[in-house]
């Protein structure tokens, strides 16, 4: 398998896209704004298709988290469509993930009786009418449906011995990481290798300090977390206690927080986003600038879907909410 150092095709149209994302100065009047008057600013740009197709069904924040439901669906099929054979592969491969996320969260609610109508949000594989035949389902009906038929991992494998939902779970998230990974190598890409590492890197630190806050053994740790390459930082925090590990974490990536979890976890995120805008820029006819701009979207709508929902509900003022929202530096 190859893939092209360059693609100048694709970055002309992804460049297009990105100077169509919400900035810093757009969010700061979103804040200020109701939830209706947030819906009507989205129908005057990116969003207008979306919102005027759904406009005479739906209104308000309904017609809103659906119309980015909506977009976020157009836009990736269409990163797929016009990307060419081998690099479709990795853009369907790497999307991927968002159908697993979709699947483990159906998963999760049949355990737990929560409502679906979040999860409903194709991005990648999985269709709208596959992901309302998957609600229909059994617990185990859905545990054994799961496979993905172009992938040279065999995902039913790696779960069938799961018996329960944390171990399938965490079966999932390393088929996917090593499908991932067994295409970068293929394609012998270190761009790919690097991107993937690191986001994989930054899941592993999150799950370390979660663990790390409820007392779990190191052990245990090591067992539930992503097997990568790419684990320094992560090694150094499972062996230091919950408040020396967050520290440690801060220092080593230079984020500018106060040693609590939840604003240390918004922090990876931020740093996260940094870097795949980064990467539109110093690599940018490569294949990161691509995989950049996905991550830089679908931050945008789930900002988006955070900002409606905290202003629907009224409990939340301007400043906890800017603080929330997952923006580049």
Known sequence: MRLNKDYPYMYARVSAKRAKLFDQSDYQNLVKMGPNEITRKLGEGEYKEDIDQLGSTYSGVQLAELALAKNMTREMSELVEM??????????????????????????????????????????????????????KTFEEIKASISFEDSEIDYQRRIQAADNLSQIESGLDQAYYDDIMNLANKAKNQQLKDFIQEEVEYENLKMVLRMKKYGVENEEIRDRLLKTENGRIVEKVIKKDFEEGMNHLIREMNLQVNPEIEKVEHALEVHRLDNAIKMLHTQPLGLSSILGYIVAKITEVKNLRMLLRAKETGIQNQETIQRQLVLAR
Do not use: C, H, W
Not at 84 to 111: C, F, H, M, P, S
């Open 83 to 136: 990307a060419d054979g081998n690099l479709q592969e990795v853009i369907k491969t790497y999307l991927r993930k968002y159908d697993i996320l979709t699947i483990k969260r159906i998963l999760r609610a049949k355990k737990t009786g929560e409502d679906f109508q979040d999860y409903l949000t194709p991005i990648s594989g999985l269709s709208s009418e596959e992901i309302q035949e998957m609600k229909d």
